[in-house]
Each structure stands twice: as structure tokens, then as C-alpha cells.
């Protein structure tokens, strides 16, 4: 194994590896944790990658996921004041205003089926 991804052709057949890997996170777990850090270096350094970094450090972590999981699952802001609350705090959100509250990330986690402690991580 490498410790650097050097071409466009090597990261997606090591994306394909890693989509094959979380079929069995638990059994794979080590071998994901080490591959992980090879994609994140690509992704961050590469040209390939570098119009889309751009655009999404204007972002902050709560304003990505959100729009993320509106565009997955075809909503709108409107959709999002029955899952977070009033239209002035998604609004808020949605603007990099705010920060997730942790009943706002308790209810998107279990709406949207991921665990809140990735937000964390982002």
C-alpha cells in the first residue's frame, strides 16, 4: 500500500475499495481508518478538487449538511421548519448564523438516519 494517492484513476478505485469495506464496517473498521486519511489528503490537495474546496469553505458545517441532506431528499427550506422549528432559526441555520442545537441534531439525526456525533467530525 501506498501512502499517497498520485492520480485520479488510484482514488476512485480506492473509493471503490472503501464503498466495498463499509459493507462490513465493524470487520473492516482498521483497514478503513487507515485508508480514510489517503482520501481526505486527496480530496483537500488535489486539483481535481480544488473549485469545489473553494466553494464549500464559504460553508460552514451545519450550513454543508444541511444542504446536503435537502438536496438527497428533494426538500426546501419550507420543507425544514417541520423537522427543526421555526422558519427564523432555519433561516438562521441555513445562513451560517447558527449552530446546530442539540435537539435541532437529535431530530436531523433521526429524520435523516445518521448519528449525531458526525456532525463532530466534519
Known amino acids: 500500500m501506498t501512502d499517497k494517492i498520485t492520480s485520479h484513476q488510484d482514488y476512485l478505485a480506492l473509493l471503490e475499495l472503501m464503498d466495498t469495506l463499509f459493507d462490513d464496517y465493524v470487520a473492516n473498521k482498521p483497514q478503513i481508518d487507515l485508508l480514510a486519511p489517503l482520501l481526505d489528503e486527496y480530496e483537500t490537495n488535489s486539483a481535481h478538487f480544488a473549485e469545489f474546496n473553494q466553494s464549500a469553505a ?10 446536503v441532506l435537502m438536496d438527497q431528499d428533494g426538500m426546501t427550506a419550507d420543507d425544514l421548519k417541520d423537522v427543526l422549528g421555526e422558519p427564523d432559526q432555519v433561516a438562521a441555520l441555513l445562513a451560517g448564523q447558527n ?19 458526525v456532525v463532530n467530525r466534519i
Open 58 to 67: 464559504r460553508y460552514s458545517p451545519s450550513q454543508a449538511l444541511l444542504h
Open 99 to 117: 449552530a446546530f442545537t442539540t435537539e435541532q441534531l437529535s431530530v436531523l439525526s433521526k429524520r435523516f438516519g445518521f448519528e449525531p456525533e
